[in-house]
C-alpha cells in the first residue's frame, strides 16, 4: 500500500498563492494523480487530476487558478494555487485517481489551507 504525505498547506489571505507538494512512499509513475479537497461539513471533492502523459484535469471552482504536476522521478505530485479565496479553505489531500474511483483509497492526514483576513 503506498503511503502518501501531503505537506504545504498554510493560512493565507485573499488573493494569496499556496503551492502544495504530495510524496508517495513507492513511484506511481504509472496512475492517474490527483488532488482532492474537504472542507468542514462537506464531503471530500476533486480539485484537480493528472495522467501519465501529464494531461491536467481541473474542477470549474479552481480552472484558471490551479496547476497540477507531477515528477516521477522524484515521485512528487504538486498543486499550485493563486487567488486564493476563503471558499477553498479544506483539507487538502492527494491521491491515485482510480482508487478514488473505486472507493478503495486509503487517505493521509492531508495538508489545511485556510484562506482568510
Known amino acids: 500500500q503506498v503511503q502518501l504525505v501531503e505537506s504545504g498547506g498554510d493560512l493565507v489571505q485573499p488573493g494569496g498563492s499556496l503551492r502544495l507538494s504530495c510524496s508517495a512512499s513507492?513511484?506511481?509513475?504509472?496512475?492517474?494523480l490527483g488532488w482532492y479537497r474537504q472542507a468542514p461539513g462537506k464531503q471530500r471533492e476533486e480539485v484537480a487530476t493528472?495522467?501519465?502523459?501529464?494531461?491536467?484535469n481541473y474542477e470549474d471552482f479552481v480552472k484558471g487558478r490551479a496547476t497540477i504536476s507531477r515528477d516521477n522521478e522524484k515521485n512528487m505530485l504538486y498543486l499550485e494555487m493563486t487567488n486564493l479565496k476563503p471558499e477553498d479553505t479544506a483539507v487538502y489531500y492527494c491521491n491515485v485517481d482510480s482508487l478514488v474511483r473505486l472507493g478503495q483509497a486509503f487517505w493521509g492526514q492531508g495538508t489545511q489551507v485556510t484562506v482568510s483576513s
Open positions: 513507492k513511484n506511481l509513475f504509472e496512475y492517474t
Open positions: 493528472i495522467t501519465v502523459a501529464g494531461r491536467a
